[in-house]
């Protein structure tokens, strides 16, 4: 099956620094990906849809400020979490949509951890 | 927007017994239902998914059912296992000419399938 990849699988930083997750599809072309969210015990909620070669949409509630999107070719988006607080620690996943079968592959994750 | 919901938020059964999560959605434009199964920790992965123009599918031990008048679509795993424990999540998006959309994730169910 597709393969996506994520790197760093986890990063602590500093509260106010920046941290910067890449997000890969190893096998096939994504014109779209995907970045969650996922708090302890609860559910995957959706950042921002990331589209290659054009701005991201941001959910309702997120701030596209804070949370730097870059889709800049078919296999590599990045999320960068700027002047990350504690607040924002949490476990980041990423898709990627397959375009023959039209499914979503997810990224194993990153653990961040806002000290 | 989409929502949507599921039941139970756990569910214990013993090996052996049948398990059955049901969701619903709202939005009756969505068409693509997929079911994830999540272990701590870990990425969410695909164990089966249904489209509006089926009512059921089924793969071993796995079936959904989709009732598109009611908005509610089910997951049933026969003869459960102890690996079969983890966190399930249902999810509905919207299909059109360049591919389905975001997913809208239920809000989780933790199964455990006591030996």
């Known amino acids: 099956g597709a393969v996506v990849s994520q790197h760093p699988s986890w990063v602590i930083c500093k509260s106010g620094t920046s941290v910067k997750i890449e997000c890969r599809s190893l096998d096939f072309q994504a014109t779209t990906m995907f970045w969650y969210r996922q708090f302890p015990k609860q559910s995957l909620m959706l950042m921002a849809t990331?589209?290659?070669?054009?701005?991201?949409?941001?959910e309702q509630g997120v701030e596209k400020d804070k949370f730097l999107i870059n889709h800049a070719s078919l296999t590599l988006s990045t999320l960068t979490v700027t002047s990350a607080h504690p607040e924002d620690s949490s476990f980041y996943i990423c898709s990627a949509r397959e375009p023959v079968y039209n499914e979503q592959f997810f990224g194993p994750g990153t653990r961040l951890t806002v000290l | 927007g989409e929502n949507v919901e599921q039941h139970p938020s756990t569910l214990s059964v013993q090996e052996g017994d049948s398990a059955v999560i049901k969701c619903t959605y709202s939005?009756?434009?969505?068409?693509?239902f997929p079911w994830y199964k999540q272990e701590l920790g870990k990425r969410p992965q695909l164990i089966i998914d249904?489209?509006?123009?089926?009512g059921e599918k089924k793969d071993q031990r796995i079936a959904v059912t989709l009732n598109k008048t009611a908005k509610h679509f089910s997951l049933h795993i026969t003869e459960t296992q102890p690996e079969d424990s983890a966190v399930y999540f249902c999810?509905?998006?919207?299909?059109?000419?360049?591919?389905?959309?975001?997913?809208?994730f239920g809000t989780g169910t933790r199964l455990l399938v006591s030996p």
């Open positions: 939005d009756s434009a969505s068409n693509y």
């Open positions: 999810a509905a998006s919207k299909g059109g000419n360049t591919g389905f959309q975001k997913l809208v």
């Open positions: 990331s589209n290659e070669g054009s701005k991201a949409t941001y």
């Open positions: 249904i489209r509006s123009n089926v």
